[in-house]
């Protein structure tokens, strides 16, 4: 049986499941059906994949789909999975996939009592909005876990993509998470921090957000070909303390709220780097051995 004739159900198309419905439907993975809280809201997702029926969450004919796709956010999913099991007692042969990156799939161990094969699949993959996601997921890197069934379906998706699947510890899978987390979000905010010390001592926003992208794309090229150590570099990576507390200076002085920020990524560079910092500079006293 041709893979791509299985067709799709998408539950919940926020901003991942718009963008991956829509590269499936290029790719040839038909989508039936987009179901969504509000019909509004399924009509305006149908709009931008550019296929499949507008239904309500409750609707019967999403279990004719021999795989369901949802894209809920992840405190729904548990009570998603159990309304979806309950409009079929019988869910052998059906694939039922979710794409949270922080819980496993058996948060869908309701269709799985029913015969359901489950699993996840996970872009490690910053999604602003359906249209950005539609450009990045293409070629990017999935987690993928869960049932034999589940993981050869999210598989052909991803192979499809053109993009690279790695297998996820189910019972591991929120430090996978916060792994994202420690270096997506909070890097916006670093870099969104970075703009401010910028804009006071003169530099305009329109040259700071391009001169850091760059600063940046160069940081995590050096990281990716050298390994963390190799690459770190500034003040802390070689003993310079005097500029170190004369960023602190300047910080108690314009910015005190970043500074416990500061002081405790000096910690995390400082034992990257193997080094010890003179008593004070991290805000924490050694300890007497």
């Not at 309304?83 to 161990?109: F, K, M, Q």
């Not at 997921?137 to 998706?157: H, K, M, Q, Y």
């Not at 990576?237 to 314009?254: E, F, K, M, T």
Request: net charge positive; aromatic share 6%; proline share 7%.
């Amino acid at each position: 049986m041709n893979p791509r004739s299985n067709g799709i159900a998408i539950i919940g198309p926020g901003r991942v499941g718009q963008a991956l419905g829509k590269l499936l439907r290029v790719e040839g993975f038909p989508v039936l059906f987009v179901a969504a809280r509000s019909l509004t809201a399924a009509q305006r997702a149908v709009r931008f994949i550019g296929s499949g029926r507008p239904v309500a969450f409750s609707a019967p004919e999403l279990t004719s789909a021999p795989v369901i796709l949802l894209t809920t956010s992840d405190s729904a999913l548990a009570q998603v999975a159990r309304r979806l099991a309950a409009l079929r007692n019988d869910w052998a042969g059906r694939v039922v996939l979710h794409t949270s990156g922080s819980v496993p799939a058996s948060v869908l161990s309701a269709l799985k009592r029913r015969g359901a094969a489950i699993g996840s699949l996970h872009p490690y993959q910053t999604i602003p909005n359906p249209a950005t996601g539609a450009r990045n997921l293409r070629g990017g890197f999935w987690g993928i876990e869960g049932d034999p069934a589940a993981r050869r379906v999210a598989a052909r998706w991803v192979k499809a993509l053109g993009g690279i699947a790695f297998p996820i510890r189910p019972e591991k899978k929120i430090l996978y998470h916060a792994a994202a987390f420690m270096v997506c979000p909070t890097l916006v905010t670093l870099m969104d921090q970075s703009t401010r010390f910028l804009a006071l001592s003169g530099v305009p926003d329109k040259i700071a957000r391009p001169m850091l992208a760059r600063f940046v794309t160069e940081t995590v090229k050096n990281f990716v070909e050298l390994g963390g150590q190799k690459a770190l570099t500034g003040p802390a990576s070689r003993g310079d303390w005097q500029i170190i507390r004369r960023h602190l200076g300047a910080l108690r002085r314009d910015f005190p709220g970043t500074v416990p920020l500061y002081q405790e990524l000096l910690r995390a560079m400082l034992r990257l780097a193997g080094k010890r910092a003179p008593a004070g500079l991290t805000g924490t006293r050694r300890r007497r051995v």
